[in-house]
T-cell receptor, first 112, second 116 residues
Framework: DAKTTQPPSMDCAEGRAANLPCNHSTISGNEYVYWYRQIHSQGPQYIIHGLKNNETNEMASLIITEDRKSSTLILPHATLRDTAVYYCIVRGGIQGAQKLVFGQGTRLTINP | GAVVSQHPSRVICKSGTSVKIECRSLDFQATTMFWYRQFPKQSLMLMATSNEGSKATYEQGVEKDKFLINHASLTLSTLTVTSAHPEDSSFYIC????????????FGPGTRLTVL
């Protein structure tokens, strides 16, 4: 699986949009970008995934650049409960049976 | 999303004993389950992948005789840490995917193991 690069930490004010970047310059054509988050001492939670088009769901939006070498996860109105470590993962295919390889992620802190 | 549970949530054991951790998919059939380990302030590290009814596939560097994985049914996988030592103290997390879960894996809440 391709590697990803994320900033180790970010801060965001409550109520503002949180924009989390991810670089995946070696991504190949059939690899998807997944985002998970892990709140302290809990299991990871799926957020969103995409291939080349921008995606939006009830939790977040995913913006993937045209060359697919980077992406941005957007939490439109961050709350204190969004404080977590966010992982950007590149995975070949969309089958749930394929393993996820976690990097170091970005520790996002939402400040009141 | 689908629910995955783990039991126990916390366990403390003496060095040299064995500990079994259960991972259950509560509302779907998990054809594939994954086991991860996470040390403090570190990321999740995949230990092994198990498919129902077959032997687990271990990641490089993970001792299969020390970390026994059983996936005998479509809703239950177990991880047994044999002859546990203090360095095995960690947060163990399982995830599961079913035949129809094309998009994501569902993670359990984790089990914190402390070996004294």
């Amino acid at each position: 699986d391709a590697k990803t690069t994320q900033p180790p930490s970010m801060d965001c004010a409550e109520g503002r949009a949180a924009n989390l970047p991810c670089n995946h310059s070696t991504i190949s054509g059939n690899e998807y970008v997944y985002w998970y988050r892990q709140i302290h001492s809990q299991g990871p939670q799926y957020i969103i995934h995409g291939l080349k088009n921008n995606e939006t769901n009830e939790m977040a939006s995913l913006i993937i650049t045209e060359d697919r070498k980077s992406s941005t996860l957007i939490l439109p109105h961050a709350t204190l409960r969004d404080t977590a470590v966010y992982y950007c993962i590149v995975r070949g295919g969309i089958q749930g049976a394929q393993k996820l390889v976690f990097g170091q992620g970005t520790r996002l802190t939402i400040n009141p | 999303g689908a629910v995955v549970s783990q039991h126990p949530s916390r366990v403390i054991c003496k060095s040299g004993t064995s500990v079994k951790i259960e991972c259950r998919s509560l509302d779907f059939q998990a054809t594939t389950m994954f086991w991860y380990r996470q040390f403090p302030k570190q990321s999740l590290m995949l230990m092994a992948t198990s498919n129902e009814g077959s032997k687990a596939t271990y990641e490089q560097g993970v001792e299969k005789d020390k970390f026994l994985i059983n996936h005998a049914s479509l809703t239950l996988s177990t991880l047994t840490v044999t002859s546990a030592h203090p360095e095995d103290s960690s947060f163990y997390i399982c995830s599961a995917s079913g035949p129809n879960s094309y998009n994501e894996q569902f993670f359990g809440p984790g089990t914190r193991l402390t070996v004294l």
